[in-house]
């Protein structure tokens, strides 16, 4: 999968599990399991995970 987003100005201010693997190069599990352990904030919409792009800027700071 690859990155369209050519810098952080660029994300949209809430981004899906298939928009954070290829920013960060990692598969889905992988993803998956930094919002489960909660290393990555997210927000659950029904049945939908979104993670805010202020959680991924969190993460990254880290």
Do not use: C, W
């Not at 352990?37 to 959680?55: F, K, N, T």
């Amino acid at each position: 999968m690859e990155n369209k987003y050519r810098n952080l100005h660029d994300l949209p201010m809430i981004l899906r599990v298939e928009d954070l693997m290829p920013i960060l190069g990692i598969g889905r599990n992988t993803a998956y399991e930094l919002i489960r352990s909660g290393q990555i904030r997210s927000v659950r919409i029904g049945r939908q995970i979104r993670i805010p792009r202020e959680a991924l800027l969190e993460f990254l700071r880290k």
